[in-house]
């Protein structure tokens, strides 16, 4: 294990954030989009291996959060769902810059208090 895993239920798991710039003009599109997330966007999350899956605003920037055994498969798995590029399509009218079709890039942790 290492500074980057925490053990959750036995499970070894990461943690992983990332942040990503929306459109002046398209915040409150953005906020209406999550308040309504596609159940079956919401399925494949969690098929892929997404847990405790959380995305913060700060203005114009939607900070997410999330854990997985593996960010990286995970990523990959949901680049693989047609339900992705879907929810990417729409996501591509609202940001700054299209999310990649690998995920967004994660940030590195630089603290944590447990």
Known sequence: MNDEDV??????????????????????????AHREVWPEMR???REAGFRNYSIHLSGRQ???YFEADDPAAALAAMAATEVNTRWQDRMAELLEQRVDDDGPGLLPEIFRLD
């Open 7 to 32: 053990v959750h239920g036995g499970v070894e798991m990461a943690r992983a954030a990332f942040v990503l710039t929306i459109r002046p003009d398209k915040v409150e599109q953005y906020l209406a």
């Open 43 to 45: 399925d494949a999350l």
């Open 62 to 64: 939607a900070f997410g």
